[in-house]
């Protein structure tokens, strides 16, 4: 059985660790496909990864498998994990960052099993206390690519480990939300989605000392310069500039807070 591994870690490209993992699984599973969905994530930030791991993952075939490798506890006593999630297969670090795939697990009902990777004779035979991607991750990703099943990983467990995530909550007349994720092109995303406004579309945003008076469904409806709402390809609410860089403009941080009103 061969298939596709998909790597998530905050390693970035100037060192040689997301080669050495590809390395270790065409080692183990030739013929496996190796994608990238990033290496950016900002270093130790596990919450960023967890986001940016929901947002990749169902648009890969059915049977993939996910390597996600953002493990600040790296060498201590915290779990390394392999789960199936729906049709997915996913290995990471148990520390939250499969929390949002889970929350949409939990949402459809999906069928999920997790496993604490114990059966070490699935990982490279000397494993670092610094580098469990390329030690446990990537060989035990190689190894399901090989058609070895979840359950000979190691036992079940019933408690991954998840992050808390920040919810909107109401106010008179509207919501008050909060910026979870800034993206490379300084778009910021929040926690709003499209349920929250129960098909109204009429509201008003303000963020800091800036008002924004209505959605809009494209850049295209700003002029250059502008600030708009709109909820995109995340499918959240993202506060961006047209042709331009909101994180920059209004020195926007993740955890900033905004409140939409009724119009």
């Given amino acids: 059985m061969a298939g596709i591994v998909a790597l998530l870690t905050d390693f970035g490209y100037?060192?040689?660790?997301?080669g050495v993992m590809k390395g270790v699984i065409w080692g183990i599973s030739p013929s496996v496909q190796i994608a990238d969905i990033t290496h950016a994530v900002r270093p130790q930030n596990v919450f960023e990864g967890a986001f940016l791991l929901a947002q990749a993952y169902p648009y890969f075939p059915p049977e993939s498998i996910f390597v996600a490798v953002?493990?600040?506890?790296?060498?201590?006593?915290?779990?390394?994990?392999a789960a199936r999630v729906g049709d997915y297969f996913f290995v990471a670090p148990d520390n939250g960052l499969l929390t949002f795939v889970i929350r949409e697990g939990e949402i459809h009902r999906w069928p999920m099993e997790f496993v604490h990777l114990t059966?070490?004779?699935?990982?490279?035979?000397?494993v670092s206390r610094s580098f469990h991607g390329r030690d446990v991750f990537a060989p035990i990703a190689a190894h399901l690519a090989k058609?070895?099943?979840?359950?000979?990983l190691g036992p079940q467990i019933e408690?991954?480990?998840?992050?808390?995530?920040?919810?909107?909550?109401?106010?008179?007349?509207?919501?008050?939300?909060?910026?979870?994720?800034?993206?490379?092109?300084?778009?910021?995303?929040?926690?709003?989605?499209?349920?929250?406004?129960?098909?109204?579309?009429?509201?008003?945003?303000?963020?800091?000392?800036?008002?924004?008076?209505?959605?809009?469904?494209?850049?295209?409806?700003?002029?250059?310069?502008?600030?708009?709402?709109?909820?995109?390809?995340?499918?959240?609410?993202?506060?961006?500039?047209?042709?331009?860089?909101?994180?920059?403009t209004l020195n926007a941080r993740v955890g900033d807070s905004l409140k939409m009103l009724r119009s």
């Fill in 70 to 81: 953002v493990d600040p506890g790296v060498g201590t006593q915290r779990r390394p994990l």
């Fill in 147 to 152: 058609g070895v099943p979840l359950e000979a």
């Fill in 14 to 18: 100037r060192d040689h660790y997301v």
């Fill in 159 to 248: 408690d991954p480990i998840m992050l808390p995530v920040p919810e909107p909550f109401p106010e008179e007349g509207g919501w008050q939300g909060q910026i979870i994720y800034i993206d490379v092109f300084g778009n910021l995303i929040t926690n709003i989605q499209p349920h929250h406004l129960a098909g109204d579309l009429h509201w008003k945003i303000y963020y800091k000392d800036r008002e924004i008076d209505k959605l809009v469904n494209t850049f295209g409806e700003g002029r250059p310069g502008d600030l708009i709402a709109m909820f995109d390809s995340t499918g959240y609410l993202s506060l961006c500039i047209v042709n331009g860089n909101a994180e920059m």
């Fill in 119 to 126: 059966q070490s004779a699935y990982w490279l035979p000397n």
